[in-house]
């Protein structure tokens, strides 16, 4: 049995998160990384004894609608799998109901659901370094959980929190080439919606963008971000909801 990492993870803590779930599991993985160019895209091999741990980020309280559209053309074969939606310490609301519904809509059957807390992806200071030693640990024993699971044959599926219809998506801070930015070129040859055209990185297509800042945490100048007043703004609005540490949750 292998465990086949399905990860989108624009700045990275989801795929931390998702490490150090499978580091507990204990078993050969393998990789698919959703978070590329469509083209650069190479999907999975699962056979049907195999178990797939799906993470994806929360963007205000939603899966992103590219992540799910990516997800659909993957061919589980009846695997069983572990949804995982991290979020940056606000909340997590539809989110882990949205990506059960998904992965079961798309073949797989679930038997394990877990939500995680990484390093905000807009404003950094919320959870920041997280995940932390400590969530680490934590998650690295839900992995050990989950296989006992798998390998007991209980393939129950888990409830878990959410309801319908999932959270109105909310309008998120779009990032743009700013002060510093010397139109090299590296966010638009990594943003997987292909919103930055090439010709003049500095832009984003506000049509496509999907705000998972991937261009922001891969610019090497660090002159790309959403502006001084809007990430004020954003600040503002995160200080209550992410005052209190918010610890990982797994339903099982």
């Not at 559209?69 to 069983?80: C, F, T």
């Not at 572990?82 to 679930?110: H, I, M, P, Q, W």
């Not at 309801?163 to 743009?176: D, F």
């Amino acid at each position: 049995m292998k465990i086949h990492k399905i990860v989108f993870s624009p700045t990275g803590g989801t795929r931390r998160v998702c490490d150090a779930l499978c580091q507990g599991m204990g078993k050969e993985t393998v990789v698919t990384d959703l978070c590329v160019k469509a083209a650069d895209i190479r999907l999975p091999a699962i056979d049907e004894d195999d178990l797939a741990v799906i993470a994806m980020p929360v963007f205000a309280g939603r899966v992103p609608a590219l992540a799910l559209e990516r997800l659909k053309a993957v061919n589980p074969r009846g695997a069983r799998c572990v949804v995982t939606v991290v979020y940056g310490n606000r909340a997590y609301d539809d989110a882990l109901l949205e990506l059960k519904d998904a992965a079961k809509s798309t073949g797989f059957r679930v038997i394990a659901a877990v939500a995680a807390v990484a390093e905000h992806s807009i404003i950094r200071k919320y959870a920041r370094k997280r995940p932390d030693v400590f969530d680490i640990q934590t998650l690295m024993y839900h992995g050990k959980d989950i296989m006992s699971k798998v390998e007991s044959g209980n393939d129950n599926e888990p409830r878990v929190p959410g309801r319908y219809p999932y959270r109105k998506p909310a309008m998120v801070p779009q990032p743009k080439g700013r002060r510093g930015c010397n139109r090299c070129g590296v966010c638009a040859t990594q943003c997987p919606a292909d919103a930055i055209p090439a010709a003049d990185p500095k832009k984003v297509d506000k049509t496509k963008c999907i705000s998972c800042m991937k261009c922001v945490s891969v610019c090497p100048a660090g002159a790309r971000g959403i502006g001084a007043i809007m990430n004020f703004l954003a600040t503002q609005g995160l200080k209550k909801p992410c005052s209190i540490r918010k610890e990982n949750e797994i339903y099982i």
